[in-house]
């Protein structure tokens, strides 16, 4: 599996379909795996939190999710085949649920968000199945591990915020043996309706991060990470 560096995270050249390749060699060897899709600012809290490092390190798959994750690897003539975005991935995940006869289960996302998701993918993509469903507002998850193992999910999405949900899956699921888990972000807000990805052409075009700035002009803060990103990859490049 080709890799490359960025800032010292190694990210898996796949594109989507390997990655679905990926899942289903997982699936069948049936050990914990963790799926990370990456984007500038999964790589830059990885430069400042060692044990969020340490998941993305110890993943079985790191792929490119963010057009800065793009331009990064085409800065350090190492070009990535395509960007798989974690939206992207789950949803060829749940549009070939039910011939695969995978079985999910959702953890994150407000109170009510997961169920409303969950309500509008079943009636999308006709027999999943979706096992079981916690919002992400939870203080102690004791229960939570005992429903997970007790419905033995093959795919689970957590979605508690970048950096706490694959902290959680490492610390906490990994140990009960669910075979692939995947941190998805607010894609429970988008599935639920509660938000709107890009119009197509913006995804296309590598401005999904743009939208949703306009969207909610609070997220600057978070947006200039990505010049800070890209300059410390070309810092990263020279000194190389």
């Known amino acids: 599996m080709d890799k490359i560096s960025i800032l010292g995270v190694e990210i898996d050249n796949l594109s989507l379909e390997e990655v679905l390749g990926a899942v289903d060699r997982y699936l069948k060897k049936g050990d914990p795996s963790l799926i990370v899709t990456a984007n500038p600012e999964i790589i830059m809290l990885a430069r400042e939190d060692a044990s969020f490092r340490a998941c993305l390190d110890e993943a079985q798959t790191v792929v490119a999710d963010g057009i800065g994750i793009i331009i990064a690897s085409r800065l350090l003539g190492t070009p990535l085949k395509q960007r798989v975005a974690g939206i992207d991935l789950v949803t060829a995940l749940f549009e070939q649920a039910a011939k695969k006869k995978y079985r999910f289960y959702f953890v994150g996302a407000k109170p009510g968000v997961a169920e409303r998701a969950a309500a509008n993918i079943k009636d999308s993509y006709p027999g999943i199945e979706i096992v079981g469903i916690q919002h992400g507002y939870f203080q102690e998850d004791a229960a ?69 700035l306009l969207k909610q002009p609070s997220r600057i803060g978070r947006m200039m990470k990505l010049p800070v990103f890209l300059l410390a990859v070309l810092a990263s490049k020279k000194k190389n």
């Open 144 to 212: 939570i591990i005992e429903d997970i193992a007790q419905k033995k999910p093959d795919i689970l999405l957590v979605a508690l915020g970048m950096g706490k949900q694959e902290k959680w899956i490492k610390k906490r699921i990994q140990k009960i043996g669910v075979p692939v888990s995947i941190g998805v972000g607010g894609s429970f807000d988008v599935f639920a309706g509660e938000a709107r990805r890009a119009p197509v052409w913006m995804q296309k075009a590598g401005l999904e991060w743009l939208y949703r």
